[in-house]
């Protein structure tokens, strides 16, 4: 008997474990109507996780879409590849020299982006001719490019006065499902700084406390897929 109840306990603890084990991961957020779909920062690779200060979204010749986040107060630069929003992945997580936290400021041609560091006045400027690894020079120009006028594709007329950083305001965005009787909210994103969307796809990247969070709209998605094979089969 009492092997037969130890049998039964042993039995019981393994159901018990394996049932532990094999718990479903937490599934994305989707809308009733299934036209939205939002991805938190578990649902993303890794170093989504990461809190970050600022983004910005990258398009390169061939077609790719990608999204630069600052993290770290500015030691880390994660490269996402969006152009698929449902299968973003992870292209490079550079550290960076310590220079302190950044803001990405303006295209500088097709092929950089402008960056001003929040401490010191320093600029410098983030190559993107190898999107997927882009790499980041200082610059010795000691003005406000952020607002200057652009002169064609070669040049900026810019003001004497230095860039000043302004704080982001921190707020908290819902994302709310209004394809039911009785609008819903399907998640809150708290305290996001920074927020970018990508037109072409309809995917709307909110940076918050607990780094990146995805919102995707599938209707635009297959809209922008069909129109890409209407063009490639022109």
């Given at each position: 008997?009492?092997?037969?109840?130890?049998?039964?306990?042993?039995?019981?603890?393994?159901?018990?474990?394996?049932?532990?084990?094999?718990?479903?991961?937490?599934?994305?957020?989707?809308s009733?109507?299934?036209?939205?779909?939002?991805?938190?920062?578990?649902?993303?690779?890794?170093?989504?996780?990461?809190?970050?200060?600022?983004?910005?979204?990258?398009?390169?010749?061939?077609g790719?879409t990608?999204?630069?986040?600052?993290?770290?107060?500015?030691?880390?630069?994660?490269?996402?590849?969006?152009?698929?929003p449902?299968?973003?992945?992870?292209?490079?997580?550079?550290?960076?020299?310590?220079?302190?936290?950044?803001?990405?400021i303006?295209p500088?041609?097709?092929?950089?982006?402008?960056?001003?560091?929040?401490?010191?006045?320093?600029?410098?400027?983030?190559?993107?001719?190898?999107a997927k690894?882009?790499a980041?020079?200082?610059?010795?120009?000691?003005?406000?490019?952020?607002?200057?006028?652009?002169?064609?594709?070669?040049?900026?007329?810019?003001?004497g006065?230095?860039?000043?950083?302004?704080?982001?305001?921190?707020?908290?965005?819902?994302?709310?499902?209004?394809?039911?009787?009785?609008?819903?909210?399907?998640?809150?994103?708290?305290d996001?700084?920074?927020?970018?969307?990508?037109?072409?796809?309809?995917?709307?990247?909110?940076?918050?406390?607990?780094?990146?969070?995805?919102?995707?709209?599938?209707?635009?998605?297959?809209?922008y897929?069909?129109?890409?094979?209407?063009?490639?089969?022109?």
């Amino acid at each position: 008997m009492n092997n037969l109840i130890k049998s039964s306990l042993t039995l019981g603890l393994v159901a018990t474990a394996m049932a532990v084990f094999t718990l479903p991961v937490q599934a994305e957020v989707h809308s009733k109507s299934k036209e939205l779909v939002v991805l938190e920062p578990r649902d993303l690779p890794e170093p989504a996780q990461l809190t970050g200060n600022s983004l910005f979204l990258h398009s390169d010749s061939t077609g790719s879409t990608y999204l630069y986040v600052e993290q770290q107060q500015g030691a880390r630069l994660s490269v996402f590849d969006v152009t698929d929003p449902a299968r973003i992945k992870l292209e490079t997580s550079t550290t960076l020299p310590a220079e302190g936290p950044f803001d990405f400021i303006r295209p500088i041609g097709d092929h950089a982006e402008l960056v001003y560091f929040r401490e010191g006045g320093k600029i410098a400027v983030l190559d993107l001719r190898k999107a997927k690894k882009p790499a980041l020079h200082a610059i010795s120009i000691v003005t406000d490019l952020g607002s200057a006028e652009t002169l064609g594709q070669s040049g900026f007329l810019a003001s004497g006065r230095s860039y000043r950083y302004i704080p982001a305001v921190a707020r908290d965005y819902q994302v709310v499902d209004i394809s039911v009787a009785e609008p819903a909210g399907l998640i809150t994103v708290k305290d996001v700084k920074h927020r970018v969307t990508n037109d072409e796809t309809g995917t709307t990247f909110l940076l918050g406390s607990n780094g990146l969070t995805v919102v995707r709209r599938l209707d635009v998605e297959n809209d922008y897929k069909v129109h890409q094979m209407q063009m490639q089969g022109n």
